[in-house]
């Protein structure tokens, strides 16, 4: 309304002093105006919008940033009082400032659990390099690997007892507990330096592997003369000469040492059709 009122007070006083080329111009000017009011008020809806965005972020973002609860550093007690297993948030400083996400099983012999490698159904390939087993690899909710450098930040933070829950293509479980497991850096290119005491009905088939230096397809640090242990055993581990358990073998292979292999449980040529491996903070 009021740009057409212009206009016409423009063509009014146009119309006394200016010819019809003034006129035409005056018009360009008018619908010029209405294309950059149309166009101011578009961007003061996007401004409005992106503002909410803004307050919306920032409320979900605040009550982390202004905890006064620390993150925790583990299962134990990113769980404490709950009773369901599920993906949770965790901190370990000696690891990283940042906070990392990782599989809690809250089940299993009092939960408190961190899952470090779980295998299920063989959708994740485990026949990897040195780089992923560093890092960690798969899916949070399936198989997965949590990595060696985090491993490495728990199981020296503080001291971590560890689980190792297994179950044969028939149905039967078993399990073995170790009373203290550690790793050592990728300096010592993480060495299985302890696992303590075993326990449990599965037999140990770790202790074997203790002192071992971790080997993948790409980087051998097994003690054997005649073989890669990694690629001779499609896997990666703490080889020896080469083992007595492989729970990052291929799975479902069959074939001598190739398979998920837990010696004393299932032996050499038996694939196990699921393997959990687990820590928790030693309390006693």
Not at 21 to 26: D, E, M, N, P
Not at 166 to 176: D, F, N, V, W
Not at 231 to 255: E, I, P, V
Not at 257 to 281: C, D, Q, V, Y
Request: charged letters at 20%; proline letters at 2%; glycine letters at 8%.
């Amino acid at each position: 309304m009021l740009l057409g009122i212009l206009f016409s007070l423009l063509i009014l006083r146009a119309s006394g002093s200016q010819d019809a080329r003034q006129v035409c111009s005056l018009y360009t000017i008018c619908n010029n105006i209405e294309s950059i009011g149309s166009q101011v008020f578009s961007i003061r809806l996007e401004q409005e919008r992106q503002a909410n965005l803004l307050e919306d972020l920032n409320n979900k973002i605040d009550p982390f940033l202004n905890r006064d609860d620390p993150w925790p550093s583990n299962c134990y007690e990113a769980l404490r009082g709950s009773q369901n297993s599920s993906i949770r948030t965790i901190l370990v400083p000696e690891y990283s400032d940042n906070s990392f996400e990782v599989a809690c099983d809250q089940f299993r012999m009092g939960g408190g659990w961190t899952i470090i490698l779980r295998r299920t159904d063989g959708s994740e390939n485990f026949y990897r390099e040195w780089n992923d087993y560093k890092n960690g690899f798969g899916n949070l909710s399936n198989e997965y690997f949590l990595g060696l450098d985090k491993l490495h930040a728990i199981t020296n933070y503080q001291q971590q007892e560890l689980l190792v829950v297994m179950e044969t293509p028939k149905g039967q479980q078993a399990y073995e507990l170790y009373s203290n497991f550690r790793i050592g850096s990728e300096s010592s290119d993480y060495t299985l330096e302890a696992v303590g005491t075993p326990s449990g009905d599965a037999g140990d088939s770790l202790t074997y592997q203790l002192g071992m230096k971790f080997s993948t397809k790409d980087r051998k640090n097994d003690i054997d003369l005649n073989r890669h242990c990694a690629q001779s055993f499609t896997g990666a581990w703490w080889y020896r000469g080469c083992h007595h358990s492989n729970l990052a073998g291929k799975y479902g292979d069959n074939t001598f040492g190739k398979g998920l292999n837990w010696k004393s449980f299932t032996g050499h040529e038996s694939s196990l059709r699921r393997a959990t491996m687990m820590i928790r903070p030693k309390t006693n």
